[in-house]
């Protein structure tokens, strides 16, 4: 059977790596929305390849060039919201993850303490026996 302390600690490493986890997948989510908004945002004025050099592109002429263009304002302002929701998102997210990772260190510390307090008191025990023993075998040495 274990301690309390040794199940909180277990509890409170076990909430760290739930909230580090959980911070991770959002920041991984936070870089993939950055990504595909700087890859629109790098397309979006790209002009489409003509077919020869004195020709005006087919999709210039026939404006589907320009319907992708509003496309893409519309779909990069969506994806900005997205963004700017989800960074919304990540504050208290990082809070929770502040706070299991003082918790974890806080209970560290207390079984850290807990195990030399251990030690210590097992160190007196054998001194004290020791003692007891070099007594015992000459009982006239002080």
Known sequence: MTSPLTQLGALAALQHDAAMAELARHNRA?????????????RRHTCPPAGSEDAVPLTLTSGHYDRWQRWVDQELTKLNAELACARARRDPLVQAARLAFGRNSATETLIRKEKQAMREKAQKRLEQSILQDQLAKNPLSF
């Open 30 to 42: 936070l870089q993939i929305l950055e990504h595909r908004i700087s890859g629109l945002r790098q």
